[in-house]
């Protein structure tokens, strides 16, 4: 009620200022207010719970670029005031995620058209058996013989590809609603990293304080090693999966592979996730077998086998579990149980989770003398 409206219409309502609650009555507010902060929440989560792996992006994409722009900030400090920096810095990580995904859009849009023609032609003509099975050193004369029997009279491959038909308009549906959906949490991403680079000082400032209020010294050190974890994250999958790409994807030009530089992003986007990119350098040694160069796809396998190899047990763990003190196991294991349970926004929850884990685990079991872990 309004406090103009005259007393009499309030005869039995006093003020909550005159009110002297006893202790009992202390701890039933105190137990109120906590219902109602958790449902508030609660309710906040659940309306935007689709827009949360943005959010997660958005903070993920902040954090790890956060050095490079604490450091335009001091150099700048004009450019930070307003809005000129953070639109900058959000526009160039637009960027550098936009510029490799058109180029493998228009590179997929030319392969789909020659394999609308590959397909047109097989419907008429058949697909005769490629030279390269024949040459192979063992179980060609296998292979070629289902080759004939399947693929090579036009009339059985007609049946083939137009069950395939019958299935690829729902599949296209699937995938547009899938890029609609991803292209808009993407925006939302971008979005939410703009205005954490504009209000990123004032968000640190709260979240210390708010640590610091409801789990005291201890919950700052535990932001602390999520952060550094995410910067051992980002360095250790992000940056060494891009490396991957590049090494191999000069090792593509050499080899003579069909689209090393399409191969070469694949790879590197592979490479993100552990022994994932060794899917992506199979598939192009046998393409430069299916050329008819068993040599280079034989020496490309290997030398791709030790690039990884190498970047996976030595360089990978030394960046993630280095910047936390985090054992190879642990890093191992958040991961790829982040990446099962929450997706690829997991490669990055995952080892900040174990992280925090493994702090309060030293803490338990060694108090305050963090040497003697």
Known sequence: MPDSLPSQFLPDSPRCSLIKPSQRSRRGQEMARTVLALFIVGVAV?????????LAWGSVFA???????TRA??????????????????AAMALLFVIPLTLVTLEAVGEAQSALGWVSHAREYGVPVPDAIH????????ISKWWEAHLSD?????????????????????????????????????????????DGLSIIRQCRVVSCRAFGKRGESVGRQIVASIHGSVQGL???GIGEGLLLGIVYVFAHAPHPALFGVITAVAAMIPFCAMIAVGLVSLLILAQGSSVAAITTFCIG???????????????IGGSTKLPFLWVLLG??????????????????????LNLLWCRWAYGNNPKAS
Not at 73 to 90: I, Q, R, V
Request: aromatic share 14%.
């Open 63 to 69: 954090i790890a670029t956060w050095p490079l722009y």
């Open 135 to 142: 040459r192979l050193p063992f179980g060609s004369a296998a």
């Open 73 to 90: 900030y001091n150099k700048w400090p004009h450019a930070a005031s307003g809005t000129l920096l953070p639109l900058l810095f959000t």
């Open 154 to 198: 036009p009339r059985d491959l007609s049946g083939m590809l137009g069950n395939l038909d019958s299935k690829g308009v729902a599949v296209t549906r699937a995938v547009g609603s899938q890029v609609a959906h991803r292209a808009t949490l993407f925006c939302f991403s971008i979005l939410t990293l703009f205005f954490l680079y504009k």
């Open 46 to 54: 659940y309306t935007i719970q689709g827009f949360l792996p943005a």
């Open 305 to 319: 086998a030790v690039i990884i190899f190498t970047a996976d047990h030595f360089i990978r763990p030394a960046l």
């Open 335 to 356: 991961i790829l149980g982040g990446a099962e349970t929450w997706g690829l926004i997991g490669l990055f929850i995952g080892p900040a989770a174990m992280a925090a």
């Open 238 to 240: 992000v940056l060494v």
